[in-house]
T-cell receptor, first 117, second 111 residues
Framework: ETGVTQTPRHLVMGMTNKKSLKCEQH?????MYWYKQSAKKPLELMFV???????ENNSVPSRFSPECPNSSHLFLHLHTLQPEDSALYLC????????????????FGPGTRLTVL | GENVEQHPSTLSVQEGDSAVIKCTYS??????FPWYKQELGKGPQLIID?????GEKKDQRIAVTLNKTAKHFSLHITETQPEDSAVYFC??????????FGTGTSLTVIP
């Protein structure tokens, strides 16, 4: 185990549903990330939080809404998704201190397999 | 932004043989290069990494080499075992939270 947990592990939702993905890290890290993993494509960075502040939003559609209430928890709120949003959503964390924490090792959770019908 | 290319996309080797996966990157400012292994149903796990001030790093059967001039880095796995079968991802990182990943290599070790 990496110290990063994600729930649920699998989620099936309709296009009109609202659901949330949860990530929790037990590593004492200060930075947390959401990635989207689709088949045959590189991992796509969606959001980055450092010390509970969003520092990166890579042109993600507004139907994805992140929330970071504290440095140990990260949520991804989903609403009005499209079938092409079906993918594995990965959460990661890193030490995340200082301005150059982009080169810190990232530790990934097991992911949430999302299927949008 | 950074562009990371990874080859091959699939690789099959006999148990005991070596496996080599190569990645190239475009931004000479990249200075951190991790390799991740992803097994079925799990998230990526860091297996080895290298920083731009080092040319080679080894950890038991796994090694990574970096050629900054040519902007490429490689993962070498020696004496492969069936449990090495997985998808391997390379990444390049510049300061300030940007990891750029390759598209992955599916490695199969044939017993």
């Amino acid at each position: 185990e990496t110290g990063v947990t994600q729930t649920p592990r699998h989620l099936v939702m309709g296009m009109t549903n609202k659901k949330s993905l949860k990530c929790e890290q037990h590593l004492g890290h200060n930075a947390m990330y959401w990635y989207k993993q689709s088949a045959k494509k590189p991992l796509e960075l969606m959001f980055v939080y450092s010390l509970e502040e969003r520092v990166e939003n890579n042109s993600v559609p507004s139907r994805f809404s992140p929330e970071c209430p504290n440095s140990s928890h990260l949520f991804l709120h989903l609403h009005t998704l499209q079938p092409e949003d079906s993918a594995l959503y990965l959460c990661a964390s890193s030490q995340g201190t200082g301005v150059s924490f982009g080169t810190d090792t990232q530790y990934f959770g097991p992911g949430t397999r999302l299927t949008v019908l | 932004g950074e562009n990371v290319e990874q080859h091959p996309s699939t690789l099959s080797v006999q148990e005991g043989d070596s496996a080599v996966i190569k990645c190239t990157y475009s931004d000479s400012a990249s200075n951190y290069f991790p390799w991740y292994k992803q097994e079925l149903g799990k998230g990526p796990q860091l297996i080895i990494d290298i920083r731009s001030n080092v040319g080679e790093k080894k950890d038991q059967r796994i090694a990574v080499t970096l050629n900054k001039t040519a902007k490429h880095f490689s993962l070498h796995i020696t004496e492969t075992q069936p449990e090495d079968s997985a998808v391997y991802f390379c990444a390049a990182s510049i300061e300030r939270n940007q990891f750029y990943f390759g598209t992955g290599t599916s490695l199969t070790v044939i017993p």
